[in-house]
Antibody
Framework: EVQLLESGGGLVQPGGSLRLSCAAS????????MSWVRQAPGKGLEWVSG????????YYADSVKGRFTISRDNSKNTLYLQMNSLRAEDTAVYYC??????????????????WGQGTLVTVSS | QSVLTQPPSASGTPGQRVTISCSGS????????AYWYQQLPGTAPKLLIY???QRPSGVPDRFSGSKSGTSASLAISGLRSEDEADYYC???????????FGGGTKLTVL
């Protein structure tokens, strides 16, 4: 069974930093591109970042470019999102998502067949 | 303002057929596949349609997708109360080098 479990969310002050993690299981993590998607309270979905299966290629939304860094550790089956210089508008539930169903190695896609339950990030003083 | 444009709301009665539109441009839907997601209240999104018109295993054939030019559509036939949810379209955007989502359509089953 595919499982994606996010962690690391919480309350942080504007200008602060936070690192999100997404522990994956039930599939060959190292063969799948992954992404982060967020949803502000009461709002729609917003793609944040994507990373290739090997981690060499990364993509970012303009709204987070230069502040967020996506990475992965295939030996630990874990996806990360380092978030710096956080702003109030970054407040959202952050989901990690697995590319699929086919082909899972393609990072330039909007196809996500499995999602985590999400972790809430609140940026407030 | 979302890159992909969807109607904010749609509604229908049980058994009816409802269609949700998604308008994009040449850099997203016009040159890439369209995808549709269903999000039930308080839950993570679920992939409903991929590659314009393909259904993942487990998705009922009441759900269908189509694409024409720079627009895509999701049709739901035989509407059921459990279909009440938010629906989002999505596509890769070559100009932005990223994924764009529609603003979402809230479907109400009357």
């Amino acid at each position: 069974e595919v499982q994606l479990l996010e962690s690391g969310g919480g309350l942080v002050q504007p200008g602060g930093s936070l690192r999100l993690s997404c522990a994956a299981s039930g599939f060959t993590f190292s063969s799948c591109a992954m992404s982060w998607v967020r949803q502000a309270p009461g709002k729609g979905l917003e793609w944040v970042s994507g990373i290739s299966d090997g981690g060499s290629r990364t993509y970012y939304a303009d709204s987070v470019k230069g502040r967020f860094t996506i990475s992965r550790d295939n030996s630990k089956n874990t996806l990360y999102l380092q978030m710096n210089s956080l702003r109030a508008e970054d407040t959202a539930v952050y989901y990690c998502a697995k590319v699929g169903p086919s082909p899972p190695i393609v990072v330039v896609t909007a196809s996500y067949d499995y999602w985590g339950q999400g972790t809430l990030v609140t940026v407030s003083s | 303002q979302s890159v992909l444009t969807q109607p904010p709301s749609a509604s229908g009665t049980p058994g009816q057929r409802v269609t949700i539109s998604c308008s994009g441009s040449s850099s997203n839907i016009g040159s890439n596949y369209a995808y549709w997601y269903q999000q039930l209240p308080g839950t993570a999104p679920k992939l409903l349609i991929y590659r314009n018109n393909q259904r993942p295993s487990g998705v009922p054939d009441r759900f269908s997708g189509s694409k024409s030019g720079t627009s895509a559509s999701l049709a739901i036939s035989g509407l059921r109360s459990e279909d009440e949810a938010d629906y989002y379209c999505a596509a890769w955007d070559d100009s932005l080098s990223g994924v764009v989502f529609g603003g979402g359509t809230k479907l109400t089953v009357l």
